[in-house]
């Protein structure tokens, strides 16, 4: 996502979210300490889904499907926010010597997304229905998490 997208984007920022009930100060921990490697990394974007989800449902979207695959990749979290239906990439960090984490959503991760959302809306007949890409960027700084979701990050048609 670039600079000019998230402009567009509604940008909401939950910070120190260990008030979610307790259970993410210990993960994040965990994490900090594996961070680098390879299964470290896959623990860090499974956390990273898992806390995407429960602050999407705080914030009152319903989850439809998680890590929805297909040859081409994968759609991280597919949720209704009341009629609409959205398509959410989520991206973690531990750390930020690669940049903010939503920067990693490049224009041919958006439109690998966009053809995937494609495949989701035809498969489940919903064609008339409103969609919108969301990207949910958290970054785990001494083990507290900072999650900004980017509301209609892109477009599908802009890649």
């Given at each position: 996502m670039t600079a000019e997208n998230a402009g567009n984007a509604e940008k909401i920022v939950l910070c120190d979210l260990c008030a979610?009930?307790?259970?993410?100060?210990?993960?994040?921990?965990?994490?900090?300490?594996?961070?680098?490697?390879?299964?470290?990394?896959?623990?860090?974007?499974?956390?990273?889904?898992?806390?995407?989800?429960?602050?999407?449902?705080?914030?009152?979207y319903a989850i439809l499907a998680r890590r929805y695959r297909r040859k081409s990749g994968e759609i991280d979290i597919i949720a209704r926010d009341g009629p609409t239906l959205v398509f959410v990439e989520v991206k973690a960090r531990d750390g930020s010597p690669f940049g903010r984490p939503a920067e990693a959503v490049t224009g041919l991760k958006r439109l690998r997304l966009a053809r995937l959302a494609t495949d989701y809306i035809m498969r489940h007949h919903l064609r008339e229905c409103p969609c919108r890409f969301d990207v949910v960027s958290i970054q785990f700084d001494g083990g507290r998490p900072v999650v900004e979701i980017f509301q209609n990050a892109f477009d599908a048609r802009t890649p």
């Open positions: 979610l009930g307790g259970q993410i100060q210990p993960a994040a921990e965990v994490l900090h300490q594996r961070a680098g490697m390879t299964q470290a990394r896959q623990h860090l974007g499974k956390s990273g889904e898992d806390l995407a989800c429960r602050v999407l449902e705080r914030r009152g």
